[in-house]
């Protein structure tokens, strides 16, 4: 059953309440873990498809809690801010000065941010996120919906002093004299700290080396900070390209223009990678999701795999058969086994044939919701698979190949840890090569590009300049 999210009222405005978020809440109230869930279920059951306030959510955790109930938690339940209602920072006068938007829905407090924030302080990950934790707990048990940054950083100094000692605050204090963070306003006037990681990483997504993207990324805090601690990204970008054109060149920078424009674009991304087994596809396609921030990876054997839950092997054999050995599956008894290329690729349209709509539809399902999204697989066949531009979406579709016959018997050689399954691959190798040369004339056929995967650092360069490319043209 689809969980509900459920529907909270608090001083005139409405929030989602999750079951997550709940159980969030009683935890911080000190409740154990088991209790806590077994709450939070209860109250996703009692009080879904209802319209229901605060102190109804209240009243229901003072019933469920009897037994635990005393005048502490009695208190603690009163008087604590729920974790599911923002904290609001509030704007000092200087802020407002610069602000153009004053007028604007104040920023949220961000536990996230905080976090990472405290890490740019050579504070670890672990300590960050601990801490981080520690202030929202800190002004939620104090019932604050808004906190000015002055009052918040007396919150982080407490929780720094408390959890790393009087030593490891006072050098916080003196890498941090600004008692603010630097922050950015996008284009809808909402605002967010500025992070020296995100703008390294989106310099490594462009091909630059990493010790220059941090280089760079540094470069261009040292100057936001002596022009202010708020800027209009439309400014971060501008000195960040000047910084490229004089460290990388024109090429980086109009690369880092043309990903902006992808990250910034309302239509979502559709790479798809074909090519046979063997070739690099997966590897390409993890470090072409990492570059462009794209979270949802598809393969089509995946797909395929689903397919042959529902439809029984006695029913489609070829289905139940790897895309290089289906062939078999129709010979007749006592039919010779030699490998002819036309039994190699009737075989293998006709599974790409029965897995095509399946994947067409997973295509559509992303552009419809707006998800970017990069398939990889066989069964990406130009001339089978719907590769023609998805009104509202931006479709790249690019085939793989490997000429060089010896790298790619040793590729099999070289991730397969289980040896007999490499050995499946090479005595099959003649099939993958056929299946090769019909996939990369038939991207030939129809303009589709074609990269000969040599190494990975030019086979990712080369995607890149191709879907960078057809981002600008969109």
């Known amino acids: 059953m689809k969980r509900q999210h459920l529907r909270i009222s608090y001083k005139g405005k409405s929030y989602n309440l999750?079951?997550?978020?709940?159980?969030?809440?009683?935890?911080?109230?000190?409740?154990?873990?088991?209790?806590?869930?077994?709450?939070?279920?209860?109250?996703e059951k009692d009080f879904s498809n209802k319209k229901f306030s605060s102190n109804d959510l209240e009243g229901f955790l003072l019933k469920a809690l009897k037994q635990q109930l005393n005048d502490e938690l009695l208190e603690r339940i009163s008087h604590y801010l729920p974790s599911f209602i923002p904290i609001y920072l509030l704007a000092d006068e200087s802020q407002n000065k610069t602000n153009e938007k004053a007028n604007a829905e104040p920023e949220e407090f961000s536990r996230r941010h905080l976090a990472r924030a405290l890490e740019r302080h050579d504070i670890n990950f672990k300590d960050s996120q601990m801490i981080a934790r520690q202030v929202e707990e800190s002004l939620r048990a104090k019932g604050l919906e808004a906190v000015s940054r002055q009052e918040l950083e007396r919150f982080i100094l407490q929780q720094i002093e408390s959890y790393l000692g009087r030593e490891r605050r006072l050098s916080y204090e003196k890498a941090h004299p600004h008692g603010q963070e630097l922050l950015i306003e996008d284009s809808q006037?909402?605002?967010?700290?500025?992070?020296?990681?995100?703008?390294?990483?989106?310099?490594?997504?462009?091909?630059?080396?990493?010790?220059?993207?941090?280089?760079?990324?540094?470069?261009?805090?040292?100057?936001?900070?002596?022009?202010?601690?708020?800027?209009?990204?439309?400014?971060?970008?501008?000195?960040?390209?000047?910084?490229?054109?004089?460290?990388?060149?024109?090429?980086?920078?109009?690369?880092?223009?043309m990903m902006r424009r992808l990250r910034h674009s309302r239509k979502p991304l559709i790479i798809l990678l074909g090519g046979t087994s063997g070739v690099g596809k997966s590897t390409l396609a993890s470090e072409?999701?990492?570059?462009?921030?794209?979270?949802?990876?598809v393969s089509t054997d995946a797909l395929r795999q689903a397919l042959r839950s529902l439809i029984s092997a006695e029913l489609s054999p070829i289905l139940h058969s790897s895309s290089f050995a289906a062939w078999r599956t129709e010979l007749l008894p006592g039919e010779s086994e030699k490998v002819k290329a036309k039994r190699v690729l009737r075989a293998f349209q006709t599974q790409v044939q029965q897995v095509a709509k399946a994947l067409d539809a997973v295509i559509e399902r992303a552009r419809d919701e707006g998800m970017s999204m990069l398939m990889e697989g066989v069964h990406v066949v130009p001339g089978f698979l719907n590769l023609s531009p998805l009104r509202g979406a931006v479709v790249v579709a690019?085939?793989?190949?490997?000429?060089?016959?010896?790298?790619?018997?040793?590729?099999?050689?070289?991730?397969?840890?289980?040896?007999?399954?490499?050995?499946?691959?090479?005595?099959?190798?003649?099939?993958?090569?056929?299946?090769?040369?019909?996939?990369?004339?038939?991207?030939k056929n129809k303009d589709i590009p074609v990269i000969d995967f040599n190494d990975l650092d030019s086979a990712l360069e080369k995607a890149l300049d191709i879907i960078l490319a057809e981002v600008l043209e969109a």
């Open 189 to 257: 006037g909402q605002t967010f700290p500025f992070s020296q990681g995100i703008l390294a990483r989106s310099l490594v997504a462009i091909g630059l080396d990493i010790a220059m993207a941090y280089q760079i990324a540094r470069e261009v805090e040292t100057q936001l900070w002596q022009l202010g601690y708020l800027h209009k990204s439309d400014q971060v970008s501008k000195i960040t390209t000047e910084l490229l054109n004089e460290h990388g060149g024109k090429d980086f920078s109009l690369r880092y223009t």
């Open 398 to 443: 690019i085939i793989i190949s490997q000429s060089d016959e010896i790298r790619h018997q040793n590729n099999f050689r070289k991730r397969s840890s289980d040896s007999r399954k490499a050995n499946d691959y090479l005595e099959h190798f003649q099939e993958i090569r056929i299946l090769q040369d019909f996939i990369t004339q038939q991207a």
């Open 288 to 297: 072409l999701a990492y570059r462009l921030g794209i979270g949802r990876i």
């Open 18 to 43: 999750s079951q997550g978020a709940l159980l969030e809440h009683l935890q911080y109230l000190g409740i154990d873990t088991d209790l806590a869930l077994r709450i939070a279920k209860q109250a």
